[in-house]
């Protein structure tokens, strides 16, 4: 879930103008009714995409028949305003852009980026998707993320709107008779609203329009923005006359997943008072749990012999609040030393710590997992 966008030539004037950045008090109303989560789910984190390209539709169909209780869905804004499925919001980390395109570019601190919400969605269905990969810009080679899995370029896959995953997820649901539901993270919507576009509100709208309405309903809304996050609940959600479940995504501070201005510059949303005593207090009051990753929760420092739970998860429990840590992959060098392999992992948080449910790539070990402890 890293996201590593953030824009050097920005104008100031428009992140001003970003309402999140006007929800800095904490809510004095009684707490969100976190009793609503469920217990033990397993959340496709891209859809399969330990075994197809991360957030193609394939691969969401493959994380439907593995029997995930939720598929997830990063959201980003096209030019013309469509809501596509995209972990960033750039185009050059899984599709040809470069080659297609090769003049769309925006300076990112150094490095062309293709952006999403520079292309059209006629333009962006042109595009061949593929595994995720990284491009040396210097020297023109590129590396794929993980060489296990899927071959770059391989087979045919098109970047996808919301609209046609949550039209797949719900056809599924009605062909299988299942029940999955979608997990939908808003992404950089300070970004957005820079660039003009209220994605927190769009977004909400069509979750909305495909029946999702009330925290009974099979949805998560997440985001790593707190101050955003605070404005759906307080804001957007009462607007549009719908209650949904709210995940606060936590991340670490030098991610830039979250940028503010400071002395007429951009500079990363510090994410340390989360991590002090009294902060879920005042994060309860607008979310139904917390995502953060791994080590928030299990710390690096623990062996086999000698778990170490962070104090993030104790609070968080204390106020009720549900608990999803990312992202749990089994190539080797995602495991980490207290834990004998990729099972183990899973085991570690699902039943020794008591996280609610996580986020893998690799939703049918989890889930078979999850059967095998009844």
């Not at 299942?178 to 576009?197: L, R, S």
């Not at 606060?248 to 940028?259: D, F, G, R, S, V």
Request: with cysteine.
């Amino acid at each position: 879930m890293k996201l590593v966008t953030a824009l050097k030539n920005v104008f100031v004037s428009l992140l001003l103008l970003n309402s999140c950045l006007t929800n800095a008090n904490p809510s004095k109303e009684s707490p969100v009714n976190a009793s609503s989560h469920e217990k033990k789910i397993v959340i496709a984190h891209r859809g399969a995409s330990g075994y197809l390209p991360e957030h193609s539709l394939a691969a969401k169909a493959m994380a439907h028949a593995m029997g995930a209780d939720y598929i997830e869905q990063d959201v980003v804004m096209t030019k013309d305003d469509v809501l596509v499925v995209l972990h960033d919001p750039y185009l050059d980390r899984v599709t040809n852009v470069m080659q297609i395109f090769p003049k769309r570019f925006r300076s990112v601190f150094g490095e062309n980026r293709w952006l999403a919400i520079d292309f059209t969605l006629a333009e962006i269905k042109t595009l061949k998707m593929t595994e995720g990969f990284e491009l040396d810009q210097k020297t023109g080679q590129t590396k794929v993320d993980y060489e296990s899995r899927f071959p770059m370029f391989k087979s045919s896959f098109k970047v996808s709107t919301l609209a046609e995953e949550i039209e797949l997820i719900q056809g599924m649901n009605h062909s299988r008779n299942k029940d999955v539901g979608i997990y939908v993270e808003i992404k950089a919507p300070w970004f957005h609203q820079m660039e003009g576009k209220d994605i927190s509100r769009a977004t909400l709208e069509m979750i909305k329009h495909y029946g999702y309405k009330n925290k009974q309903d099979k949805v998560y809304l997440q985001c790593f923005d707190p101050d955003e996050t605070k404005r759906i609940h307080d804001q957007l959600m009462p607007e549009l006359k719908i209650d949904l479940k709210l995940i606060l995504l936590i991340a670490e501070t030098e991610w830039n997943e979250t940028m503010r201005v400071k002395d007429g510059k951009l500079v990363p949303y510090s994410y340390d008072w989360l991590f002090e005593p009294g902060a879920m207090q005042k994060v309860v009051q607008y979310a139904n749990g917390i995502g953060p990753w791994k080590p928030m929760i299990v710390s690096k420092e623990s062996t086999q012999n000698n778990l170490i739970i962070m104090p993030l998860f104790k609070r968080a429990k204390a106020q009720g609040l549900a608990i999803h840590p990312y992202t749990f992959r089994k190539e080797p060098q995602r495991i980490p030393a207290y834990a004998k392999d990729f099972e183990d992992l899973l085991d570690i948080f699902l039943y020794q710590v008591g996280v609610d449910g996580v986020f893998t790539d690799f939703p049918d070990i989890a889930v078979n997992l999850i059967k095998e402890k009844g």
